[in-house]
């Protein structure tokens, strides 16, 4: 069982910036990979980031240049800096676990799931 706690989700205005992280806890061995997925309401989950063991990530290309993915393996917790937000970056933002870092950007792949936490950018 591995358990994925979120925060950091908010209220921001275009252009600014936010920091989320999700904490890990359980049999963080099932860490392996971790990742942030979104979805805005009426629209496909889609895959926004993801980060393994060692540190190597993968972006998807709306973000690429905006956020930043990083993990603390010691604390069990990883982080997307947002910066330059725009509007259609409003979704809720769900943090996932999965062990292999193959497809990272399926969804399927990933095992375990945050609540999600909402971000709101207005313009």
């Known amino acids: 069982q591995v358990q994925l706690v979120e925060s950091g989700g908010g209220l921001v205005q275009a252009g600014g910036s936010l920091r989320l992280s999700c904490a890990a806890s359980?049999?963080?061995?099932?860490?392996?990979?971790m990742g942030w997925f979104r979805q805005a309401p009426g629209k496909e989950r889609e895959f926004v980031t993801a980060i393994n063991w060692s540190g190597g990530t993968y972006y998807a290309d709306s973000v690429k240049g905006r956020f930043t993915i990083s993990r603390d393996n010691a604390k069990n917790t990883v982080y997307l800096q947002m910066n330059s937000l725009r509007p259609e970056d409003t979704a809720i933002y769900y943090c996932?676990?999965?062990?292999?870092?193959?497809?990272?950007?399926?969804?399927?792949?990933?095992?375990?799931w945050g609540q999600g936490t909402q971000v709101t950018v207005s313009s």
């Open positions: 359980g049999r963080t061995f099932s860490t392996f990979l």
């Open positions: 996932a676990a999965g062990s292999s870092s193959l497809y990272y950007n399926r969804s399927e792949k990933y095992g375990y």
